[in-house]
């Protein structure tokens, strides 16, 4: 076997064991998430793009993007002030259903939260 292979077959079974599944860009952990999950606003996106997490857990989303963002729930359940350089905004969701929301400054910029 190559170096190059082993090398990928060895991040595969890293990635595996950790429970984390990368598919364009996206992670996605196999179980949902607790505790305290970020999100970090850069490059004029959300980074995961797609959470999935229990009831209960507090998302944190940073902005590492040099312009202001926002994060905006599409059915007005929470919304942010402009977030400058590394400010955050806080949220604690406690009830299972789909948060999706956006950058009103970019409204391109969407997402969502799945609570379970």
């Known amino acids: 076997m190559s170096k190059t292979a082993l090398k990928v077959v060895v991040c ?6 950790l429970g984390w599944i990368a598919v364009k860009g996206h992670v996605f952990a196999r179980e949902p998430q607790t505790g305290t ?3 970090k606003i850069d490059n004029y996106s959300f980074t995961p793009e797609d959470i999935t997490v229990k009831a209960g857990t507090t998302v944190s989303w940073v902005n590492r993007d040099d312009v202001p963002h926002t994060v905006k729930a599409n059915d007005g ?6 977030l400058d350089t590394d400010d955050k905004f806080t949220m ?8 999706e929301y956006f950058c009103s400054v970019h409204p391109r910029m969407t997402a969502k939260v799945v609570v379970k």
Do not use: H, L, Q, R
Not at 12 to 17: E, T
């Open 77 to 82: 359940s929470f919304k942010s002030k402009a």
């Open 37 to 39: 999950v970020e999100v």
């Open 12 to 17: 595969a079974v890293i990635a595996v064991s």
């Open 92 to 99: 604690m969701f406690d009830k299972p259903g789909v948060y």
